[in-house]
């Protein structure tokens, strides 16, 4: 039996639910990234507080979707309505259940509707594939922050 994903807009409430996946998911699901070195997972887990993910919430500009499974908070994506993908994280025992993929049709519906024709994410190495999938290319050369090597990554959206 398969247990459906609910995507729905995220709330000033759900900032400890978000921080948790974001912290569970570059924690453990990000290791081929960080190496596990602690002052690089430090600084990649330090620019996402409670305060900044409250920011977050109340920007207007920004669109935070959580992705709910069987009833437990499992996925976020966040997406200016400029097209940036600012993040896209899955708690890493729900990887490969289609919890990244339905946050994603979420965001680019969500572009989509606000008449943006494309995205633009910089992808780790761990979602480089994941992103390809789903038809992301190559942008400009990848750069590497806080030890982190990123890949620039666009998908051109359907009218």
Known sequence: MDIPIRIAPAT?????L????LERSI????????RNDARAVQAWIGQYGLRQIDTWLREPSLR?????????PVGIAMVS???DIGLCHVQPEFFHRGIGQALMADVERYLQQSGCRAARVWSTRTALEFYLHLGYRYGREAI??????LTPLSKWLAD
């Open 12 to 16: 000033p409430d759900d900032s400890g």
């Open 18 to 21: 978000i921080w948790r996946i």
């Open 27 to 34: 924690r453990s699901g990000c290791a081929i990234d960080h």
């Open 64 to 72: 935070l979707s959580l992705a709910w499974h069987g009833g437990k």
């Open 81 to 83: 309505r400029g097209g």
């Open 144 to 149: 590497c922050m806080d030890g982190v090597k």
